[in-house]
């Protein structure tokens, strides 16, 4: 399975603009399903990108992310060629990680 | 015969020049798959000017300055990736037999998206795409996807997009039962159905470019050269098959089952009136 995670991150001299979508049901647990079952929450809570050893960027997310979260931010630094580091944490204890290069 | 008309009610006047004038005994209403694609298009030409023929493929973002500056964002992240990658991996990948879906189709099923539906002379009636791929499970002894979306759609997608670019090129070969076909596709288009009272054709030909309350209508040219779709609305992918069964629900009406002779034969005269313009699935709308 390829990872759940799909990153673009460029550089403009100054600043890194990063762009993710991640992969996930983000289930809120207020719905049913065809049978009339609730289905369980099931949500990321905490996502990370690092660079150069530090957090440029987490989100502490619940359950009101909508399915298949996209983020778009921008921080300071970051060169061509740079690693950025993202990783999600979900309330299963599930998780991802990836690592992607500054353009 | 001139002096006669002088004096004839106007019906009768246009009676005896029909009858007049068409030695070749083509009467108004024969079918010519031909002129009716050449008039579809040239419709939507002068309602939209500004606009190229393959732009019509992006449906409403074409339609709308804003929208296309949001479309043009979005493609460079586009939400159907997760699906176009799912069905690379499935098309990849053999069934149980050791085959694959590449044994299935022409030039190993890569860049032919254009050609479908095509109308099978043995078995009478037209093949799309969705169909031919299920058809190809079950002869490989897999059990069928289902038509609306999930791996349908992965796979739709994935066939689309080896064949992005390439003009629809869908034939109508010389068989009266094609025919019957593409004037029966013709005929669904046309007609109003569910509580509603719509066509197809009363929101995608009549209103395009329109809002429907928060949505834009798309056009009808070009709708169906950008399936399979992700649709915001939908939170995922759909086919031809979810639109025309969901376009039958909006109108209040009784959606036919995917792959339906009807549904077929709206496929054929769909994708038929759209011949020339660039595949561009898969696709994403609001």
Not at chain 2, 177 to 206: D, I, M, P
Not at chain 2, 207 to 216: H, K, L
Request: aromatic content about 12%.
């Amino acid at each position: 399975m390829a990872s759940t995670i799909r990153v673009r991150a460029t550089s403009s001299g100054d600043t890194t603009e990063v762009q993710a979508l991640i992969q996930h049901p983000m289930d809120s647990g207020f719905v049913k399903d065809a049978k009339g079952e609730i289905i369980p929450p099931h949500f990321i809570q905490q996502l990370t990108f690092e660079h150069d050893g530090k957090s440029v960027f987490v989100a502490n997310w619940g359950t009101a992310v909508s399915k298949d979260p996209y983020v778009k931010f921008s921080f300071k630094g970051g060169n061509k060629g740079d690693d950025l580091k993202i990783s999600w944490v979900d309330n299963k204890g599930a998780s991802d990680t990836t690592t992607a290069k500054i353009l | 015969m001139r002096s006669a008309i002088h004096f004839a009610s106007a019906a009768l006047a246009l009676a005896a020049l029909a009858s007049v004038a068409a030695p070749p005994a083509l009467a108004a209403d024969t079918p010519n798959p031909a002129a009716d694609a050449r008039a579809f298009q040239k419709y939507f030409i002068d309602k939209f000017p500004k606009l190229k023929l393959a732009d019509f493929v992006n449906g409403p973002y074409s339609l709308n300055e804003d929208m296309h500056k949001q479309w043009e964002e979005k493609e460079q992240f586009p939400p159907y990736e997760f699906s176009l990658d799912m069905g690379k991996e499935m098309f990849s990948k053999p069934f149980k037999n050791g085959k694959s879906y590449a044994d299935c189709f022409p030039n190993k099923g890569i860049g032919i998206r254009q050609d479908y539906p095509y109308f099978d002379d043995k078995e009478g009636k037209v093949v799309t795409l969705e169909l031919a791929l299920n058809r190809c499970r079950v002869a490989n002894g897999e059990a069928p996807f289902s038509y609306v979306k999930d791996e349908m759609a992965a796979l739709t997608a994935y066939m689309a997009f080896t064949s992005r670019g390439k003009p629809f090129d869908i034939k109508i070969p010389n068989d009266p039962r094609a025919l019957e076909a593409y004037e029966n596709g013709k005929r669904y288009f046309y007609t109003r159905r569910g509580q509603l009272n719509f066509s197809c054709a009363s929101c995608h030909v009549q209103n395009p470019g329109e809002r429907i309350r928060a949505e834009i209508l798309a056009p009808a040219l070009g709708i169906l050269n950008a399936m399979p779709i992700y649709r915001s609305e939908w939170g995922g992918m759909g086919t031809i098959s979810r639109r025309f069964t969901t376009c039958n629900v909006q109108t209040r009406g009784v959606p036919l089952d995917p792959q339906s002779d009807e549904y077929r034969d709206l496929e054929y005269y769909l994708s038929y009136v759209s011949n020339g313009l660039p595949i561009s699935g898969p696709g994403a709308r609001p």
